[in-house]
Each structure stands twice: as C-alpha cells, then as structure tokens.
C-alpha cells in the first residue's frame, strides 16, 4: 500500500530538499523588483541618516532568504483582510483614488514619497464625520506587541508613527488622526488605535528626507561602533564599517545627483546630462561610489 516503505528512501533528506526547492521559489515569487526609485515614507522615521541614505542610493539591495521573503508576503496579504473587516463593520474604506491609482504623497522634487494603504470614513454612530489615514500593519508575537497595546505606536513603533505622520501632513489629505490597525501574526490578536498626528513632525521628517536625498557626502551613522545593536542588525553594516564594494549603479555613484520630476544628473564631463531612466541600474565604468571619502 505504501510504496514509500517499499524503496530504500532518505525521507528527511527528501524533506530537506523540498524546503530548500520552496525557499527558492519564494524567493523567485515573491522577490521585489529591485531597488526603490523613491525613498519611502516608511523609511524617513528610521534614526540612523547613513542608513537611509544608503537606501535611497542603491548600494546594496537585501537579500531576503525565502521565509523572509514568505513574512513579507503575509503583510502583503492581510491588507486587503484590514479592508473588508472595516467595510464589514459597516466603515466606508478606499484604497485607490478614481484613476484606479493609489492615493500617493510625494516631496523631494519626487524623489520621495509613498503609498496611503486607504482613507477611511466611520459610521455615524462614532460621530466622527471627518476622513482619516488607514494604516494597516502586521507584528510577531511576544514582548514587542505586548509593548504595543500597552504603550502605543508612537511609543513603540517610531517609524510607523512617523509615516502617518508624513502622510498626514500633505496638505492634499491634511489628515488629523489616523486609524491603526496591527495584527499578531501567531494568534491574530489586534491592536486597534486613534491615532492623532502631529503635523510639525510629519514636516520635520520630511525636511530630513529631503536634506538626504540632496546631501553631497556621506551623512553620520547613528554609531561609531559596529557592535551598536542597531548596526549589527544592518544590511549595510559591511558597507559602512569595512567599505565593502556597493552596487554598480548610477545611483550609486558619486557623479549622479538628483534634480527636479525624479530625475538623475550626470556630472561627468563626458556625460553631462539627464541619466536616461533604463540606464540608471546599469551604471557605468566611470563609477565611483558614494561611500568613499572626498
């Protein structure tokens, strides 16, 4: 009956195998298409200058195993699951606006921005009769999310307060409060909360956003010393304390510079002129890189 018994077969080889064959379709699935053309709302929050630059400047895109790959595709999931809860609950909730887009906020000469997950109007009964920013977040179980209901995003999760705060400010939306809604991904368990948005440091963040995206040299990292808890955790850690090699790429290189309609200039004598968007990953044999000192 079982022809599995019947043939001489390492079963926990086999198994191994196939976990090792799914990681790598995951990560061949799920993969994002490379580096961000914007520095994202979601990032500007983040302490660490040096870090947020690195990003913007395509030196080094992560590489996600395949369970990270699959953690990431679950957030991408359950947004859509925040949404009809809310509309369900009898909440008016719109995540694209009427050219079938999504609503989007941009500074920076657009060479930042990012993506509202929705605008939300309560039911009546709340007696809340103004929109407000949908957030939709996911989080692992344990201490983290406990902290969480206890303390509140602001508290606790800096960079998402941040983004809402970003998000609130542009005075397209000019959103006062935002609805925030993460879920434990182990027990389903959610943090629902009102979040009220503080306008100056959605400027604030926005001004530092811009400052980095037009910097002229490396800016300071949030610590000195490679064992920061925050730097070992780093995707950039290599570049920044050992000066490993970044990514080839225009961006990457200490000759672009970005102008106004998210544009990228070429200051090479040989060059001068606007980089052509389809060359930008490419770069060119006269790179030099970002990271290495004037």
């Known amino acids: 009956m079982n ?32 580096h961000r ?14 870090k947020i630059y690195y990003t913007f400047r395509w030196v080094k895109a992560a590489q996600n195993d395949g369970r990270q790959e ?6 991408h999931e359950q947004e859509p699951k925040f949404i009809t809860w809310l509309t369900e609950a009898g909440f008016q909730v719109w995540d694209k606006a009427e050219d079938g887009e999504q609503f989007r906020t941009s500074f920076g000469n657009g060479h930042g ?14 007696g809340i009769d103004f929109p407000v920013l949908g ?36 005075p397209i939306y000019n959103f006062s409060h935002a609805l925030y809604l993460n879920i434990n991904k182990n027990d389903s368990d959610l943090h629902v909360e009102i979040v009220a948005l503080d306008h100056e440091h959605g400027e604030k963040l926005k001004d530092k956003a811009i400052q980095i995206i037009n ?23 290599d570049i920044c304390f050992k000066d490993a090699p970044v990514e080839i790429n225009c ?26 968007e389809e060359f930008i990953p490419k770069g060119c044999v006269a790179h030099i890189s970002v990271n290495k000192a004037d």
Not at 70 to 75: D, P
Not at 140 to 167: D, I, R, W
Not at 221 to 228: A, K, L, N, P, V
Request: some cysteine; glycine content about 6%; charged content about 25%.
């Open 113 to 126: 921005g990012g993506s509202l997950d929705s605008i939300i109007k309560f039911p009546p009964s709340y």
């Open 70 to 75: 699959r953690l990431f595709q679950v957030g």
């Open 37 to 50: 053309r914007h520095l994202g709302a979601s990032e500007v929050a983040d302490q660490c200058w040096r």
């Open 135 to 170: 957030e939709y977040k996911t989080n692992s179980t344990g201490s983290a999310f406990n902290k969480l209901l206890e303390n509140g995003v602001e508290a606790e999760k800096p960079v998402h307060y941040g983004q809402m705060c970003v998000y609130g400010c542009d």
């Open 3 to 34: 022809q599995l018994n019947d043939i001489n077969i390492d079963r926990k080889s086999i198994a191994k195998q196939v976990l090792t064959d799914i990681d790598k379709a995951c990560q061949n699935l799920y993969k994002e298409n490379g």
């Open 215 to 237: 910097i002229d040299h490396l800016p300071n990292r949030i610590s000195d010393r490679s064992t920061h808890f925050v730097c070992k955790m780093c995707n950039y850690a």
């Open 251 to 276: 961006r990457s290189c200490k000759y672009a510079q970005p102008v106004a309609d998210k544009q990228w200039y070429c200051s090479l004598p040989a060059h001068n002129a606007i980089i052509p």
